[in-house]
């Protein structure tokens, strides 16, 4: 059985325009890494960063928390940085965090992990898989 596809144009700019709060694991506190950089953009962009990350108490600017089940407060969406053998366990952390929201996830180009994302399909959550929420961003939401 192979994984759903992933959610059209309208349904990603609707999920782009409702979020505020975005968990971002495996966000690197380097400045040259492709979660940094796009992290840094969905700040400037308005969102909130919340980052998950082994180690560091602080990264851009926000404090940086080691799951995503000891996030406080809700969050609006999962953002994951991590290679594709890693997301069994980062749904894992997911699905057992106490967010009553239930936020989407999204795995960043090549993060993809069919075990992973069906289990949080089954689970109820939607998910964006192999795509850059930069990108997607600036094509659906662009500057006015």
């Not at 926000?62 to 053998?85: K, M, Q």
Request: with cysteine; net charge negative; aromatic share 6%.
């Amino acid at each position: 059985m192979s994984i759903p596809e992933n959610p059209g144009d309208e349904e990603v700019r609707a999920l782009l325009e409702r979020v505020k709060r975005i968990a971002v694991v495996g966000l690197s506190p380097k400045a040259h890494r492709d979660s940094h950089r796009v992290s840094a953009y969905m700040q400037r962009a308005g969102y909130e960063v919340v980052p998950v990350y082994p180690r560091e108490t602080e990264i851009l600017g926000a404090r940086v928390y080691r799951s995503v089940r000891e996030i406080e407060g809700p969050v609006d969406l999962v953002n994951v940085f991590r290679r594709a053998e890693e997301l069994p366990e980062v749904a894992a952390d997911i699905l057992e965090s106490p967010h009553p929201n239930a936020p989407p996830v999204w795995f960043q180009l090549d993060c993809v992990n069919e075990e992973a994302i069906r289990a949080l399909i089954e689970a109820g959550r939607k998910v964006v898989y192999d795509r850059c929420i930069m990108v997607e961003h600036r094509r659906l939401l662009p500057p006015r």
